[in-house]
């Protein structure tokens, strides 16, 4: 049972160049999010969805963009990469339900924009 | 909006000495309370759901307890191996919101 598998793990862009991370979760999960982690400020939430064809922005989606065409993927994409977009990027998914359920998270995707 | 802190930001014991790490947060129809650990290089590892006010849960030498506008992470007497970054994180909505974390040193 694999959880949740982030591609790649690492990846070194030029400023202008654009890329796609993927999560795929094998848990037939509702929920997938994707956060970055920066040095002193935690977990900050990107863009999130509820299921197959849903998007919906989090706290920083500015510079990026997201796709979920198969309920077990999530795309991140990076249109024109920024030095500001250094940063460990982490993909999470979770069951849903009206009660909040934990989140499973991949093992990171670490990208260095130079 | 919806807001998490944690305090400390770093947290040094000695081995056996207990202590607690604090996460105060301000929601609107909080869905759950999690704790997470994190070790370096790696994703964060879920520890505890909390669902509502009074509610503790224990794991090892760790327990959580949750009021109304903040949850604890007690930990007793912690090893070196107890050594990580502590995350907690609230639902209110369908996301999920982060506070910065404490990262604890635990000193042999």
């Known amino acids: 049972n694999a959880g949740v598998t982030q591609t790649p793990k690492f990846r070194v862009l030029k400023t202008g160049q654009s890329m796609t991370l993927l999560c795929a979760q094998d848990?037939?999960?509702?929920?997938m999010y994707w956060y970055r982690q920066d040095p002193g400020m935690g977990l900050r939430l990107i863009h999130y969805?509820?299921?197959?064809?849903?998007?919906a922005k989090g706290e920083v989606p500015d510079g990026y963009n997201v796709s979920r065409l198969k309920k077990q993927n999530f795309l991140l994409g990076l249109e024109s990469a920024a030095p500001s977009q250094t940063s460990v990027y982490f993909c999470?998914?979770?069951?849903?339900?009206?009660?909040?359920?934990?989140?499973?998270f991949g093992q990171g995707t670490r990208l260095t924009v130079v | 909006e919806d807001q998490v802190t944690q305090s400390p930001e770093a947290l040094r014991l000695q081995e056996g000495e207990s202590s607690s790490l604090n996460c105060s947060y301000t929601v609107s129809g909080l869905r759950g309370l999690f704790w997470y650990r994190q070790d370096p290089g790696k994703g964060p590892e879920f520890l505890f759901t909390l669902y509502s006010a009074g509610e503790e849960k224990e794991k090892e030498r760790l327990k959580a307890t949750l009021t109304k506008k903040e949850s604890f992470l007690h930990i007793t007497a912690p090893k070196p191996e107890d050594s990580a970054t502590y995350l907690c994180a609230v639902q209110a909505g369908n996301d999920m919101r982060f506070g910065a974390g404490t990262r604890l040193t635990v000193k042999p």
């Open positions: 848990m037939n999960h509702e929920y």
């Open positions: 999470a998914s979770s069951y849903s339900g009206h009660e909040g359920t934990e989140a499973f």
């Open positions: 969805s509820v299921g197959e064809g849903t998007t």
